[in-house]
C-alpha cells in the first residue's frame, strides 16, 4: 500500500494529522512521539503480562504461584504441572478430540463452502438467489449460537450422537459453513473474471473452470480460510460442554472442568491453557496476513 | 487489493452491482455446487430455529419422566417474561454489551489513532495486540480468575498503588465490571485493527490541507478524522455489539454466572434453564426473545454496512 507522501496521486495515503509541523516547533512534535510510543507500550503490556502470567504460571511450584506478592519470575521452575496434567487426565485422549473434531469440520466446512461460495460469486442465480442466500449465511453467522442450543441437544439425543466427537462434527461445520462462504465470496470476487471468460470461450465448464483455473489461484485464501474456521472450531466451547460428557471431551471442556473440580490446581490449569492456546497462536502466526479479514467476517479488505 | 484499499465490504451492496455481470454459464453446474451447502445449513441452521421456534409454544420438563410437549400458546413466554432472573439476566445482557462496547471502541480508536507508525517493530507490535483475541476464551476465562483472585496480580497492583483491595467474585458490582474487564482486554483488539484499516484508507489530500491551514491536532480529530471515519465506528460497534451480548465461555469459567445472579447474562440464563433445569419451553422462548433482538441488530448491521459502503466509495 502506498503510504509515501512524496506519491499522493497513486493511492489513499495515511492521514498525517500529527505528522511533524514546522510551526509548531519541534518540542510539541517530540512529546507527541514519546506518548505515542509509551501508549503502544503501555497496551504491550497490557496484553503480554497476562499472557505470560500464564505460561509462567505454568511452571511455578505451589508455594510460587500462591505466594504474595505475587511474581512473574521465581527462582525454582518446575514441570510438575504438565507431568501430573498427563499423567492423571487422559490428556492425549482428549488432545485428540480437539484434533479430530477441528480437523473434520474445517474440511468439511471448506470443501463445502467453496464450492457455494464460487457460486455465489459468479452465478446470476434466479429468483434473486444470490443477495438472499448472502444475507442467510449472514444471518447464519450472526444469531446467538445458543438459540439453537436447545433443539441440537434433543436432535444430537435422539441420534443417539450425544458424546460422540460427530456431534460436533456436524455442529462446527454447520458454524463454520457460512462463515466460510462468506471469506470466499470475496476472494473468489477478486479473481479477474476475463480468466475464466477466455477459458470459458475454449470451452471448459464450469467444473472445469474451478477446478484447473479457480482453485489452484486461490490456494493461499483456501489455506487461510481453512486456518481460520479451525481456530474456531478449536476454541468452541458452548456446544462442546454440551453435547460431551466425558469421551468425547475437547480441551476447552477439560479446561472448565478444572474450575469446578480442583480449583487451585493452577500450574496444570494453566500448563492445559498453555497447551490448548499454542497451536492457535502457531496457525495465527501462519496466516497472519488474512488474519485481520478473518476475524472482523470480512468488514475489513486488505 | 483489489481496490487498493480497505474497504467496508457492504456484501450484499458490493456483490449485487458487481453481478450485473453477465453468469458465466452452466447454471446447472452452479446450482449443483451450491446445494450441499444449503441443504446442510437448512438441516444445521434452519431447521433447529424452527424447532425452537415450535417448542417455545410448548411446555415440556425433560426431568419429568413421561412428559410429553404439551402446547401452552403464549405461555412459556409469559412465564419468561414474569421471571425475575430473566429481567435481570436481559439488563445485564444489555448492560454490558453497551458498556464493554462503548469502552472498546475508544480504547480501540484511541490506540490505532496513537500507533500509526509504520515499520517492522511496529508491525510485530500490532501482531503481539491480537493474542487476546485469538486465545481460547475459556483460557481467557481462567487465567483472569487467577489473575483476579484475591491475592491475585490485579490486587496485588491495586495495593502497591494505595488502593484498596477488590474481592472481584464476592462483592456484585465488582463481578460485573471484573467481566467487563475481561471483555475489554479480549476484543479491544478487534476494533483496533478494523480501525487501523479504517484510517490507512483514509484520503491523505484533506490532512495536508487541514495542515496547510494550520488547524490544530484537536480541530484535525474533531472535523476531519471522526466524520470519516463514524460510518466504520458504526459497523464495528453493531458488529462487537452482537457478538458481546452472546457472551458465554468466559463467563461460565470466570463467575458461572454470580454471585448470586449479578453476572448472569441472557446466554447463561438459557443453557441453565435448558440443560440443567430442563425446562425445554422456557430456554426455548428466551432464546426466540434473545433471536429477535439479534435479528433486528443484525439488519442494523446490513443497513450500515451498505451506508458506509457508499460513504466510502463517495
Same mark, same amino acid.
Given at each position: 500500500m =502506498?503510504t509515501?507522501?512524496? /506519491?499522493?496521486?497513486?493511492?489513499?495515503?495515511r492521514?498525517?494529522?500529527t505528522?511533524? &509541523?514546522?510551526?509548531?516547533?519541534?518540542?510539541?512534535?517530540?512529546?507527541w512521539a514519546a506518548l505515542r510510543w509509551a501508549i503502544l507500550a503501555v497496551a504491550l503490556a497490557v496484553v503480554l503480562?497476562?499472557?505470560?502470567?500464564?505460561?509462567?504460571?505454568?511452571?511455578?511450584?505451589?508455594?510460587?504461584?500462591?505466594?504474595?506478592?505475587?511474581?512473574?519470575?521465581?527462582?525454582?521452575?518446575?514441570?510438575?504441572?504438565?507431568?501430573?496434567?498427563?499423567?492423571?487426565?487422559?490428556?492425549?485422549?482428549?488432545?485428540?478430540?480437539?484434533?479430530?473434531?477441528?480437523?473434520?469440520?474445517?474440511?468439511? =466446512?471448506?470443501?463445502?463452502?467453496?464450492?457455494?461460495?464460487?457460486?455465489? =460469486? &459468479?452465478?446470476?442465480?434466479?429468483?434473486?438467489?444470490?443477495?438472499?442466500? !448472502?444475507?442467510?449465511?449472514?444471518? /447464519?453467522?450472526?444469531?446467538?449460537?445458543?438459540?439453537?442450543?436447545?433443539?441440537?441437544?434433543?436432535?444430537?439425543?435422539?441420534?443417539?450422537?450425544?458424546?460422540? &466427537?460427530?456431534?460436533?462434527?456436524?455442529?462446527?461445520?454447520?458454524?463454520?459453513?457460512?462463515?466460510?462462504?462468506?471469506?470466499?465470496?470475496?476472494?473468489?470476487?477478486?479473481?479477474?473474471?476475463?480468466?475464466?471468460?477466455? =477459458?470459458?470461450?475454449?470451452?471448459?465448464? !464450469?467444473?472445469?473452470?474451478?477446478?484447473?483455473?479457480?482453485?489452484?489461484?486461490?490456494?493461499? !485464501?483456501?489455506?487461510?480460510?481453512?486456518?481460520?474456521?479451525?481456530?474456531?472450531?478449536?476454541?468452541?466451547?458452548?456446544?462442546? #460442554?454440551?453435547?460431551?460428557?466425558?469421551?468425547?471431551?475437547?480441551?476447552?471442556?477439560?479446561?472448565?472442568?478444572?474450575?469446578?473440580?480442583?480449583?487451585?490446581?493452577?500450574?496444570?490449569?494453566?500448563?492445559?491453557?498453555?497447551? /490448548? #492456546?499454542?497451536?492457535?497462536?502457531?496457525? !495465527?502466526i501462519?496466516?497472519q496476513r488474512?488474519?485481520v479479514?478473518?476475524? /472482523?467476517?470480512?468488514?475489513?479488505?486488505? | 487489493?483489489?481496490?487498493?484499499?480497505?474497504?467496508?465490504?457492504?456484501?450484499?451492496?458490493?456483490?449485487?452491482?458487481?453481478?450485473?455481470?453477465?453468469?458465466?454459464?452452466?447454471?446447472?453446474? %452452479?446450482?449443483?455446487?451450491?446445494?450441499?451447502?444449503?441443504?446442510?445449513?437448512?438441516?444445521?441452521?434452519?431447521?433447529?430455529? *424452527?424447532?425452537?421456534?415450535?417448542?417455545?409454544?410448548?411446555?415440556? %420438563?425433560?426431568?419429568?419422566?413421561?412428559?410429553?410437549?404439551?402446547?401452552?400458546?403464549?405461555?412459556?413466554?409469559?412465564? +419468561?417474561?414474569?421471571?425475575?432472573?430473566?429481567?435481570?439476566?436481559?439488563?445485564?445482557?444489555? $448492560?454490558? @454489551?453497551?458498556?464493554?462496547?462503548?469502552?472498546?471502541?475508544?480504547?480501540?480508536?484511541?490506540l490505532a489513532l496513537a500507533v500509526t507508525q509504520e515499520g517492522m517493530g511496529v508491525r510485530v507490535a500490532r501482531s503481539i495486540l491480537l493474542i487476546?483475541?485469538?486465545?481460547?476464551?475459556? +483460557?481467557?476465562?481462567?487465567?483472569?480468575?487467577?489473575?483476579?483472585?484475591?491475592?491475585?496480580?490485579?490486587?496485588?497492583?491495586?495495593?502497591?498503588? @494505595?488502593?484498596?483491595?477488590?474481592?472481584?467474585?464476592?462483592?456484585?458490582?465488582?463481578? %460485573?465490571?471484573?467481566?467487563?474487564? $475481561?471483555?475489554?482486554?479480549?476484543?479491544?483488539p478487534?476494533?483496533l485493527i $478494523?480501525?487501523t484499516?479504517?484510517i490507512a484508507?483514509?484520503?491523505?489530500?484533506?490532512?495536508?490541507?487541514?495542515?496547510?491551514?494550520?488547524?490544530?491536532?484537536?480541530?484535525?480529530?474533531?472535523?476531519?478524522?471522526?466524520?470519516?471515519?463514524?460510518?466504520?465506528?458504526?459497523?464495528?460497534?453493531?458488529?462487537?455489539?452482537?457478538?458481546?451480548?452472546?457472551?458465554?465461555?468466559?463467563?461460565?469459567?470466570?463467575?458461572?454466572?454470580?454471585?448470586?445472579?449479578?453476572?448472569?447474562?441472557?446466554?447463561?440464563?438459557?443453557?441453565?434453564?435448558?440443560?440443567?433445569?430442563?425446562?425445554?419451553?422456557?430456554?426455548?422462548?428466551?432464546?426466540?426473545? %434473545? *433471536?429477535? $433482538?439479534?435479528?433486528? *441488530?443484525?439488519? @442494523?448491521?446490513?443497513?450500515?454496512?451498505?451506508?458506509?459502503?457508499?460513504?466510502?466509495?463517495?
Amino acid at each position: 500500500m =502506498a503510504t509515501s507522501i512524496a /506519491t499522493p496521486t497513486t493511492g489513499p495515503t495515511r492521514p498525517a494529522p500529527t505528522r511533524r &509541523r514546522k510551526s509548531r516547533g519541534r518540542w510539541s512534535g517530540l512529546v507527541w512521539a514519546a506518548l505515542r510510543w509509551a501508549i503502544l507500550a503501555v497496551a504491550l503490556a497490557v496484553v503480554l503480562v497476562p499472557f505470560l502470567w500464564l505460561v509462567s504460571t505454568s511452571f511455578k511450584h505451589e508455594v510460587d504461584y500462591l505466594a504474595y506478592p505475587p511474581r512473574l519470575l521465581v527462582d525454582n521452575w518446575t514441570l510438575d504441572g504438565y507431568r501430573v496434567l498427563f499423567s492423571r487426565n487422559n490428556l492425549g485422549h482428549f488432545f485428540m478430540n480437539s484434533v479430530v473434531v477441528t480437523l473434520a469440520s474445517t474440511v468439511l =466446512a471448506v470443501g463445502l463452502g467453496s464450492l457455494a461460495a464460487y457460486s455465489l =460469486a &459468479r452465478a446470476r442465480l434466479p429468483f434473486r438467489l444470490n443477495g438472499i442466500l !448472502a444475507f442467510w449465511m449472514l444471518l /447464519t453467522r450472526m444469531y446467538p449460537a445458543i438459540a439453537t442450543a436447545i433443539p441440537y441437544f434433543l436432535i444430537i439425543r435422539d441420534l443417539k450422537l450425544l458424546d460422540t &466427537r460427530w456431534a460436533l462434527i456436524v455442529t462446527y461445520t454447520a458454524f463454520n459453513l457460512p462463515f466460510v462462504v462468506w471469506l470466499m465470496i470475496g476472494f473468489f470476487e477478486e479473481l479477474p473474471a476475463e480468466l475464466e471468460r477466455a =477459458a470459458m470461450m475454449d470451452g471448459c465448464s !464450469a467444473w472445469q473452470r474451478f477446478t484447473r483455473i479457480v482453485l489452484p489461484l486461490s490456494g493461499p !485464501a483456501l489455506v487461510a480460510t481453512a486456518i481460520l474456521s479451525a481456530i474456531l472450531a478449536w476454541n468452541e466451547f458452548l456446544f462442546a #460442554v454440551m453435547l460431551t460428557r466425558i469421551q468425547a471431551k475437547t480441551l476447552p471442556v477439560v479446561m472448565a472442568g478444572f474450575i469446578t473440580d480442583k480449583g487451585m490446581l493452577w500450574d496444570q490449569m494453566t500448563a492445559l491453557g498453555v497447551i /490448548t #492456546v499454542l497451536p492457535v497462536l502457531v496457525f !495465527a502466526i501462519a496466516v497472519q496476513r488474512y488474519l485481520v479479514r478473518g476475524l /472482523t467476517l470480512g468488514a475489513v479488505k486488505e | 487489493m483489489a481496490t487498493g484499499a480497505p474497504t467496508i465490504a457492504a456484501s450484499t451492496a458490493s456483490t449485487s452491482t458487481r453481478r450485473r455481470r453477465r453468469t458465466l454459464g452452466d447454471l446447472p453446474t %452452479f446450482l449443483l455446487c451450491l446445494l450441499p451447502a444449503v441443504v446442510f445449513l437448512l438441516l444445521t441452521s434452519l431447521y433447529p430455529l *424452527l424447532y425452537t421456534l415450535w417448542l417455545s409454544f410448548h411446555d415440556w %420438563f425433560l426431568n419429568r419422566p413421561g412428559m410429553t410437549p404439551q402446547f401452552v400458546g403464549l405461555g412459556s413466554y409469559q412465564a +419468561v417474561l414474569e421471571d425475575q432472573v430473566f429481567r435481570t439476566s436481559a439488563l445485564n445482557t444489555a $448492560v454490558f @454489551g453497551i458498556g464493554t462496547v462503548a469502552a472498546e471502541l475508544i480504547l480501540g480508536l484511541g490506540l490505532a489513532l496513537a500507533v500509526t507508525q509504520e515499520g517492522m517493530g511496529v508491525r510485530v507490535a500490532r501482531s503481539i495486540l491480537l493474542i487476546p483475541m485469538i486465545m481460547t476464551p475459556v +483460557v481467557v476465562g481462567v487465567l483472569w480468575r487467577i489473575l483476579l483472585f484475591d491475592k491475585g496480580l490485579v490486587n496485588y497492583l491495586l495495593e502497591s498503588v @494505595g488502593l484498596p483491595r477488590i474481592l472481584w467474585f464476592v462483592d456484585p458490582r465488582w463481578a %460485573f465490571v471484573g467481566v467487563m474487564l $475481561v471483555d475489554i482486554w479480549e476484543w479491544t483488539p478487534f476494533v483496533l485493527i $478494523v480501525m487501523t484499516a479504517a484510517i490507512a484508507a483514509l484520503p491523505g489530500e484533506p490532512f495536508r490541507a487541514a495542515q496547510i491551514d494550520g488547524a490544530s491536532r484537536w480541530q484535525v480529530f474533531r472535523y476531519l478524522t471522526l466524520p470519516m471515519l463514524l460510518p466504520v465506528l458504526l459497523v464495528t460497534g453493531l458488529l462487537r455489539f452482537m457478538d458481546a451480548i452472546k457472551v458465554f465461555d468466559t463467563i461460565y469459567v470466570l463467575t458461572g454466572g454470580g454471585p448470586g445472579y449479578a453476572t448472569e447474562m441472557l446466554s447463561s440464563y438459557i443453557y441453565k434453564q435448558g440443560l440443567r433445569y430442563f425446562n425445554i419451553g422456557g430456554a426455548s422462548a428466551a432464546s426466540w426473545l %434473545f *433471536l429477535a $433482538v439479534v435479528v433486528v *441488530l443484525a439488519i @442494523g448491521v446490513v443497513w450500515a454496512r451498505v451506508r458506509a459502503n457508499r460513504a466510502g466509495a463517495a
